[in-house]
């Protein structure tokens, strides 16, 4: 703890200052834990405590019915959910997986080619630009981007015609494919910079000492470089993995057939056909729609609701506790918050 | 090992765009120099004067501008530094971090796809060339070795391929003081038992002049002076070259030839100059250069410049002390005898004019120089 | 009255100690250099000093008062650190003033003191610059003319001159003595370089592994080491060492080597009797060998040593001439010489004289001074 001097801690206004800390960190800490815990107290409830007033703090009977409900919703709701649950996990998957693998080479070697390999005059400006570019927000080239996926490389609602002739530019379509997500996510503005900065800490003496011994640029990079970078690397697969598995605004917009949709999207639907059925309150529950009323006669209510949410949150979760290592290294080394 | 010729070599670097500086900075500035088979070729100066450019270009890490590099009387300019076979040792070790000691070795047998027989028969070989406890370096993880070590395994990088030449930038100069005087040793004996033809590039004259055969010196990307210690010491062809070898640094004071006589500038004092010396110095401003072991030192007034003692600095090892003073405001250092009294607060110094340096008021080129003096 | 005094001071690190009871005072004025190789203790030691490292047990003492548990910024305690610990986003003026500043100091008198510090550090034409535009030797000096503007009770010096170009180091060094001399205050110095410590220490203190092996001026450290780590640690080029088996013959004592015998001198012949019999390291300082026609003393067949030379180093005084000897062990050794030896003698062999009343003997299990325990 460097924040206090590490002589005169003893004096009495030090003392009351570091209980001070201490307090104000713990309460930090159980703000942070308390959604969790009514998260999973709650999908151990059955409905009716889920929504009783003053909520119970831990469920009288434990009981794993807003569990067995949900993985079974398409098989009870068949006008909900096309697709079982699980085809949705393995949507989200493939996207995620799909992402990490292209984007985390793609993304590293462009940060070692833009901080150890080129060195012109132009690098910086070029570099300027680049991460300028790529820092607007995503929601700015949302339009342009799915139009984009619709017609590439143009971004327009149709093709031009070839000039001369009625016939429009062949053009790629990638939209309604999981390519539509993986792709756009190929390449990471932040990624690239977090592995700039680990990559321009590298003293150029290794790399120049692994050229006079003989390796070739990209064995220096495979042999001598990765190795050394695995942290950074962690903390990337970390960050990718978090953002594509959690995505929901892109997948909505290129994604419309709901058998390669995400696991967002399908939760999404459920909570909406939820609020739109007024299970919220007790007092409409009975008036629920037709596609949710199987449901909730089988005792479905917020414990549903929070069964999603922590299947959704666990996968990073996991993600985190195995790569727990790298990850504190890495963050050590970047500095990051 | 193969001789070393660099022929007119430049290198420029530019700022880049954008910025507001737009001329070009020169790495290197025609530079040549040949280094012999077997010989160590030291090359000294301040930081940012070129030394590492020259080493990076030699080596083919940075491509020349213009001019030539020959191994022998091979052109390699265009050749890649994977294809050149140098050997090359850093200031800051540069070993491969997340590997062991060994694996550091090893690396260059795998990217030269020679067999294991092969890379076990050399690293046994070198192990013995290195000496005592090294094979207990090559098991351990790098992290883990001190800085000693880290560079005995860098040498031990360079010797297991068996290089055209050595490039050393700096390799010492991260270490304690102790050990840096142990392991300067070990590498002379090392580059010595092989004949190994060696660049070795440092900020310290000290240590330039240890290592190297011959010198070469240089400033703002260019070889000021190539030679010799005994050339460099006694006849330096200018002032930068004379402050820059030699510890302490040679005592500069601005002067002016009148007449028969040297007007010393800061203290308004003139010295009669010996009638030899007149005819060769043209009249007017100049820099008047005196080694510490050049001056004649009296602690009575007997004509010479007056100095106030600020310090003496006894030298056992050298069984001599350093005198501390200064005239005006300038700086001087006189070299004395071990037992010289404490408690004296004056002396007076006389240049010994044999071995007296005189340089160009502005361009501070060499007007006149000792040269080697004659012992017997 | 000592003005600052250190009683059986330890620190603990979690795996290790990095000091380990150690005892010392400083005079009025005295300017005490801890030396020794890097891991030693001595930058802790510093730190303990400044208060920016707890003291695990043990005592510091300003004058009467014991501030073990008093902050650094309570301690009044300058410091100049290696790596100058100049603040980049000031001025030099405002690096300068800083100290004085933070202790609220009017500003009437911080206009009068920056200047003149500055001025003695030759950096009064700097005052308006950012630190980035300073060269290594401008930066120290800013850190020094800081330490300098403070009247503090304790100077402190973290390896000021180790980031220094060689040609800057000799200038620098002479303004810490300058910067010493007008405060007349006690100061730590604290560097791994031995000859740096010889030229500015009045007293020097060797450290290792936690310890302090020896404290004493300069002079005595050289001459009287009581252990072979001091012997070899102080000095450059290090003392020459060979184990050597002490013999009597008809009463006169030999050490002999496979490259040579020599006879040692009555002085010590006393001290070395309870060894005859027994192996012992033997140690010469380079400038006791000599050109034999030119050594101060009788050369006989007893007091010579025949070489190959391997290297000429020359210097300002004359050269240092590394040599080996010619059995099988080769052992290195070094002799400085007051003449310059011209380059054609390497690879030639060449007779040394061995001034034997200069001679330093270590007992080989202990590595104690077997004639100044």
């Known amino acids: 703890m460097s924040l206090f001097p590490l002589v005169g801690r003893k004096q009495p206004r030090m003392r009351v200052a570091w209980s001070l800390m201490n307090i104000l960190l713990w309460l930090g800490i159980i703000l942070h834990l308390i959604p969790f815990f009514i998260m999973i107290s709650t999908s151990l409830k059955p409905a009716a405590e889920a929504m009783a007033m003053p909520p119970t703090l831990w469920p009288k009977n434990p009981t794993l019915v807003g569990w067995s409900l949900i993985w079974n919703i398409s098989d009870i709701a068949k006008s909900l959910l096309s697709q079982p649950l699980s085809r949705y996990f393995l949507n989200s998957t493939l996207m995620t997986l799909g992402t990490i693998i292209l984007s985390i080479p793609v993304t590293s070697l462009a940060a070692y080619a833009t901080s150890k390999l080129i060195k012109g005059r132009a690098t910086k400006p070029l570099f300027i630009f680049f991460i300028g570019t790529l820092m607007l927000p995503g929601i700015v080239t949302l339009i342009p981007s799915f139009l984009l996926t619709r017609n590439f490389p143009f971004p327009l609602p149709v093709p031009p015609n070839i000039p001369g002739t009625d016939i429009a530019f062949p053009t790629l379509r990638i939209w309604n494919t999981i390519w539509a997500v993986i792709l756009p996510a190929g390449f990471s503005a932040s990624n690239f910079l977090l592995f700039k900065g680990f990559f321009d800490g590298i003293p150029d003496s290794i790399i120049n000492a692994a050229r006079v011994d003989g390796g070739s640029e990209f064995n220096i990079f495979r042999r001598i470089i990765v190795p050394m970078s695995l942290p950074v690397y962690a903390v990337t697969t970390y960050f990718t993995f978090g953002g594509v598995w959690d995505s929901y605004l892109w997948p909505l917009v290129v994604i419309q057939d709901s058998a390669i949709a995400p696991l967002t999207l399908a939760i999404r639907r459920i909570s909406d056909a939820f609020s739109g059925a007024g299970t919220t309150s007790t007092m409409t529950a009975l008036g629920a729609s037709s596609a949710i009323a199987p449901l909730v006669e089988q005792g479905l209510s917020w414990n549903g609701l929070m069964v999603l949410g922590l299947l959704q949150a666990l996968p990073v979760f996991i993600f985190f506790i195995f790569a727990r290592e790298y990850l504190l290294k890495g963050v050590r080394i970047q500095g990051l918050k | 090992m193969s001789s070393v010729t660099v022929e007119n070599v430049s290198r420029q670097y530019y700022p880049p765009l954008g910025s507001s500086e737009t001329r070009p900075v020169s790495g290197l500035v025609n530079v040549s120099l040949k280094i012999a088979n077997g010989e160590t070729v030291s090359v000294v100066g301040p930081s940012g004067c070129g030394k590492s450019t020259l080493l990076k270009v030699i080596a083919g890490l940075e491509p020349a501008d213009s001019g030539r590099i020959l191994y022998d009387k091979v052109d390699v300019t265009n050749i890649s530094p994977q294809a050149r076979g140098v050997g090359m040792v850093f200031q800051d070790y540069a070993l491969y971090p997340s590997k062991e000691g060994e694996d550091n070795l090893s690396y260059y047998f795998e990217v030269r796809k020679k067999t294991e027989e092969e890379k076990q028969q050399r690293l046994k070989e070198v192990a013995e060339l290195m000496g005592i406890g090294f094979d207990l370096l090559m098991g351990r993880q790098v992290d883990t070795l001190s800085g000693g070590e880290k560079q005995r395994v860098g040498i031990a990088r360079c010797i297991v391929r068996d290089p055209n030449v050595f490039l050393m930038d700096e390799p010492i100069s991260n270490l304690d003081a102790k050990l840096r005087e142990r392991t300067r040793t070990e590498i002379k004996r090392l580059l010595k038992k092989f004949g190994i033809t060696a660049l070795y590039v440092t900020h310290d004259q000290q240590e330039a002049i240890f290592m190297g055969d011959r010198i070469a010196v240089m400033r703002a990307g260019q070889v000021v002076q190539f030679g010799t210690f005994d050339e460099l010491y006694y006849s330096p062809v200018d002032l930068f070259v004379a402050t820059l070898i030699g510890t302490p640094p040679m005592n500069v004071l601005p002067a002016e030839v009148q007449g028969q006589s040297l007007c010393i500038e800061s203290v308004e004092m003139s010295l009669p100059l010996p009638p030899e010396l007149v005819d060769k110095l043209p009249a007017g401003k100049l820099r008047l250069g005196v080694r510490p072991e050049g001056w004649l030192v009296n602690q009575a007034p007997t004509g010479g410049i007056p100095v106030v003692v600020t310090r003496v600095e006894r030298l056992f090892t050298e069984r001599a002390a350093f005198l501390g003073g200064q005239i005006g405001r300038l700086f001087v250092n006189a070299l004395v005898a071990l037992d010289f009294p404490a408690e004296v607060k004056q002396v007076f110094l006389t240049p010994d004019w044999t071995q007296a340096h005189f340089f160009a008021a502005d361009s501070e080129t060499a007007i006149l120089t000792p040269g080697v003096p004659d012992l017997f | ?373």
Do not use: W
């Open chain 3, 1 to 373: 009255m000592p003005s600052t005094r250190i009683s059986h001071l330890t620190k603990e690190f979690d795996t290790k100690i990095a000091v380990n009871d150690i005892s010392f005072e400083l005079g009025e004025h005295e300017f005490l250099v801890l030396v020794g190789p890097s891991g030693c203790g001595k930058t802790t030691t510093l730190r303990m000093l400044a208060g920016l490292e707890q003291a695990s047990s043990g005592d510091i003492f300003f004058g009467e008062k014991r501030v073990n548990d008093i902050r650094p910024r309570d301690r009044n305690v300058a410091m100049v650190f290696q790596d100058y610990a100049v603040f980049p986003h000031y001025t030099v003026y405002e690096n300068i003033a800083y100290g004085l500043r933070s202790r609220h100091v009017p500003n009437a008198l911080v206009k009068e003191r920056v200047p003149k510090a500055a001025k003695t550090f030759r950096i009064d034409h700097l005052l308006g610059r950012k630190p980035r535009q300073l060269s290594g030797g401008e930066r120290q000096r800013v850190a020094l003319a800081r330490a300098m503007v403070r009247d503090a009770e304790l100077y402190l010096y973290d390896e000021p001159l180790a980031n220094l170009d060689a040609q800057l180091r000799y200038q620098a060094r002479e303004d810490i003595m300058a910067l010493h001399n007008e405060k007349k205050k006690p100061s730590v110095y604290v560097t791994h370089d031995q000859s740096e410590a010889m030229a500015m220490g009045d007293r020097i203190a060797v450290m290792r592994d936690g310890h302090i092996v020896q404290i004493g001026t300069g002079a005595e450290l050289y001459e009287r080491p009581h252990s072979l780590f001091v012997a070899y640690f102080i000095g450059t080029p290090s003392i020459n060492l060979f184990d050597v088996d002490i013999v009597s013959e008809n009463g006169t004592l030999f050490a002999r080597h496979p490259a040579f015998s020599l006879e040692i001198s009555e002085a010590n012949r006393s001290a070395l009797l309870p060894y005859v019999g027994r192996q012992v390291k033997f140690g010469v300082r380079p400038e006791d060998l000599h050109v034999p026609r030119m050594a101060p003393f009788a050369v006989t067949e007893f007091n010579q040593l025949q070489g190959a030379v391997n290297v000429i180093e020359p210097s300002s005084t004359g050269c240092a001439v590394y040599l080996s000897t010619l059995d099988e062990t080769a052992a290195d050794y070094t002799a400085t010489l007051r003449t310059r030896m011209p380059a054609s003698y390497i690879g030639k062999e060449v007779p040394l004289a061995i001034n034997m009343a200069r001679a330093h003997f270590f007992d080989l299990e202990s590595e104690r001074s077997i004639l100044s325990p």
